[in-house]
């Protein structure tokens, strides 16, 4: 299971609150994603990085927001503003496209964030 | 931006049978198409892609094939086994242009015995 990890595996909110979702990567790629799951609606991406110090907001940023400080860690802070923010979160990486490689994406194993 | 529609949403096959699960895209530059097959509670994983290069491409009982005219590709699953039971999603990317994938909606696919 290595190479892409993500904690905790699940998170409990108080409404108001922001909470921080953890991603780190050890295989060395520069891209990283994170997509929001719902049932019936596949993934959406949130935001994501091709390169350390930079990132873009996907389709669903509203109410999120990272940083890439390092190449191997892609933290995602869910904010208060997140009107609806129980869902699983998967966090991806990839060889970045800034080379043309742009490969395959590996998952994390995601966090359950539930808002109680 | 681009757009990926799935179908079906839920397919059941008995074992042995084949499964064809479709896509569309809408954005003529999208150049990658992978595959990813989700366990339940688990992290999709890729089962196989295909570039806008090529047709068709096969893995044992797996295969792709890309129609770049029409914008749609389809997975197909032969001999089918109970573990092959899963979501399946297809997704669309432009290598150079981010990476960043798009993913269809999802085919939950039951094989019963």
Redesign the interface.
């Known amino acids: 299971d290595g190479g892409i990890t993500q904690s905790p595996k699940y998170l409990f909110r108080k409404e108001g609150q922001n909470v921080t979702l953890s991603c780190e990567q050890n295989l060395n790629h520069d891209a990283m994603y994170w997509y929001r799951q719902d049932p019936g609606q596949g993934l959406r991406l949130i935001y994501y990085s091709q390169i350390v110090n930079d990132f873009q907001k996907g389709d669903i940023a509203e109410g999120y927001s990272v940083s890439r400080e390092k190449k191997e860690s892609f933290p995602l802070t869910v904010t208060s503003a997140q009107k609806n923010p129980t869902a699983f979160y998967l966090c991806a990486s990839s060889y970045g496209t800034l080379t043309g490689q742009g490969t395959e994406a590996f998952f994390g194993q995601g966090t359950r964030l539930t808002v109680v | 931006?681009e757009n990926v529609e799935?179908h079906p949403?839920t397919l059941s096959v008995q074992e042995g049978d084949s499964a064809v699960i479709k896509c569309t895209y809408s954005d003529s530059a999208s150049n990658?198409f992978?595959w990813y097959k989700q366990e339940l509670g688990?992290?999709?994983?890729?089962i196989i892609?295909i570039r806008s290069n090529v047709g068709e491409k096969k893995d044992q009982r797996i295969a792709v094939t890309l129609n770049k005219t029409a914008k749609h590709f389809s997975l197909h699953i032969t001999e089918t086994q109970p573990e092959d039971s899963a979501v399946y999603?297809c997704a669309a990317?432009i290598?150079?242009?981010?990476?960043?994938?798009?993913?269809?909606?999802?085919t939950q696919l039951k094989v019963e015995l």
Do not use: E, I
Request: proline residues 8%.
């Open positions: 931006g799935q949403s990658y992978p688990k992290r999709p994983q890729l892609d999603f990317s290598v150079g242009g981010g990476n960043k994938l798009t993913f269809g909606t999802g």
